[in-house]
């Protein structure tokens, strides 16, 4: 099994700056797709930020210019670097991960986070 644990979240006021991580551990030979996706209270869980395995990126139309997805594949770790947070940021993060677990895999399987609880306020 794979398991996908994520830090950093908190507490922020506007204009600040959080940074999420997404630790991968567990039967993994290769990730492929990685992303950030957000809940709010009340509301559809939404893909935030993405990355491709050959390092192509896309983002939401919210957080673009103030988001940054990126990951350092020798340590399977994702990063959110949050810039310029504003209180509609607010939500439940959740990490997600495309993962082919040994090399005679055919297959990649999808994984979540638990999700870390982002909050934007003064």
């Known amino acids: 099994q794979v398991q996908l644990v994520e830090s950093g979240g908190g507490l922020v006021q506007p204009g600040g700056s959080l940074r999420l991580s997404c630790a991968a551990s567990g039967s993994i030979f290769s990730i492929r797709d990685t992303g950030w996706y957000r809940q709010a209270p009340g509301k559809q869980r939404d893909l935030v930020a993405f990355?491709?395995?050959?390092?192509?990126?896309n983002y939401a139309d919210s957080v673009k210019g103030r988001f940054t997805i990126s990951r350092d594949s020798a340590t399977n770790t994702v990063y959110l670097q949050m810039d310029k947070m504003e209180p509609e940021d607010t939500a439940v993060y959740y990490c997600h991960a495309a993962v082919r677990a040994t090399a005679t895999t055919t297959y990649y399987s999808y994984y979540w986070g638990q999700g870390t609880q982002v909050t934007v306020s003064s």
């Open positions: 990355i491709s395995g050959g390092g192509m990126t």
